[in-house]
Nanobody, 127 residues
Framework: QVQLVESGGGLVQTGASLRLSCAAS????????MGWFRQAPGKEREFVAA????????GYADSVKGRFTISRDNAKNTVALQMNSLKPEDTAVYYC????????????????????WGQGTQVTVSS
């Protein structure tokens, strides 16, 4: 049974930092791209960041470029999202996702690119 479990969410003030983690289990994730999405209340789930298996390819939403950094540890089957300079508009439930290596790296911003999803972790940024 494949599981992606996010952790690290919380309530912080504007300008603070948080580090989200996602632990994958239940199968080998060799070759999988790993991504982060988020969903604010009343809005569609949107792409945040993604990274290829080797780490040589990454992608970020324009809204988080320069503030968020994705990283992964393949030996531990984990992926992290370092979030700096947080803003109230970053408030959302953040989801970890894994996408099959049988597809091309792009389009990483599409939810359909991903095959497995976590349950999400809440991030709330107060003004």
């Amino acid at each position: 049974q494949v599981q992606l479990v996010e952790s690290g969410g919380g309530l912080v003030q504007t300008g603070a930092s948080l580090r989200l983690s996602c632990a994958a289990s239940g199968r080998t994730f060799s070759g999988y791209i790993m991504g982060w999405f988020r969903q604010a209340p009343g809005k569609e789930r949107e792409f945040v960041a993604a990274m290829s298996w080797s780490g040589d390819m990454t992608g970020y939403a324009d809204s988080v470029k320069g503030r968020f950094t994705i990283s992964r540890d393949n030996a531990k089957n984990t992926v992290a999202l370092q979030m700096n300079s947080l803003k109230p508009e970053d408030t959302a439930v953040y989801y970890c996702a894994a996408g099959s290596p049988l597809k091309t790296f792009q389009p990483i911003a599409l939810k359909a690119r991903y095959d497995y999803w976590g349950q999400g972790t809440q991030v709330t940024v107060s003004s």
